[in-house]
T-cell receptor, first 112, second 111 residues
Framework: ETGVTQTPRHLVMGMTNKKSLKCEQHLGHNAMYWYKQSAKKPLELMFV???????ENNSVPSRFSPECPNSSHLFLHLHTLQPEDSALYLC???????????FGNGTRLTVT | TQLLEQSPQFLSIQEGENLTVYCNSS?????LQWYRQEPGEGPVLLVT?????EVKKLKRLTFQFGDARKDSSLHITAAQPGDTGLYLCAGGRTNAGKSTFGDGTTLTVKP
């Protein structure tokens, strides 16, 4: 079983849809992250949670809404997205905010 | 502002060749990580370096952290097709609580 599991692996949605991305970590880590990876761009940090409290929100549009119900689960709720939001969305976890990251395999999102 | 610059952006070599990729910054980092990402997967941590001048070896991969902790290099000896992937460096800054990623080097090793 992988340490960080993301579902779904692929998602195609229209601009008016509402969907959610799910991330689960089995490593006992205290911090969880959402990153966006677009072609020809560095990984962009979106949100950081530490001990279920949001500690970072990197000027992300409100059409992206994170939720961290417990230290093992992280969601990214999506609504009224734009085509430029199409990207690979990566979830990661770490023991604490200073430790290296363990990534899931991502959700490939396409907005039509 | 891009804090970490990686070079080259793309590198295509033949199996058996040696290569070095670089990660440079004008900022000091408390630690630096190297990750490898294969198509369809998330990045996987290769190494963390924390001390200026530190050298770490992982089989055919040699990682070095600059004396001033502003830059790092990754040297691969006798590259193999399995080394193909996107190599990312990420820097952590004291009390910053998050990693800053470079834009990566895409390595292709041809058989």
């Amino acid at each position: 079983e992988t340490g960080v599991t993301q579902t779904p692996r692929h998602l195609v949605m229209g601009m008016t849809n509402k969907k959610s991305l799910k991330c689960e970590q089995h490593l006992g880590h205290n911090a969880m992250y959402w990153y966006k990876q677009s072609a020809k761009k560095p990984l962009e940090l979106m949100f950081v949670y530490s001990l279920e409290e949001r500690v970072e929100n990197n000027s992300v549009p409100s059409r992206f809404s994170p939720e961290c119900p417990n230290s093992s689960h992280l969601f990214l709720h999506l609504h009224t997205l734009q085509p430029e939001d199409s990207a690979l969305y990566l979830c990661a976890s770490s023991q604490d905010l200073e430790s290296p990251l363990h990534f899931g395999n991502g959700t490939r999102l396409t907005v039509t | 502002t891009q804090l970490l610059e990686q070079s080259p952006q793309f590198l295509s070599i033949q199996e058996g060749e040696n290569l070095t990729v670089y990660c440079n910054s004008s900022s000091v980092f408390s630690s630096l990580q190297w990750y490898r990402q294969e198509p369809g997967e998330g990045p996987v941590l290769l190494v963390t370096v924390v001390t200026g001048g530190e050298v770490k070896k992982l089989k055919r991969l040699t990682f070095q952290f600059g004396d001033a902790r502003k830059d790092s290099s990754l040297h691969i000896t006798a590259a193999q097709p399995g080394d193909t992937g996107l190599y990312l460096c990420a820097g952590g800054r004291t009390n910053a609580g998050k990693s800053t990623f470079g834009d990566g080097t895409t390595l292709t090793v041809k058989p």
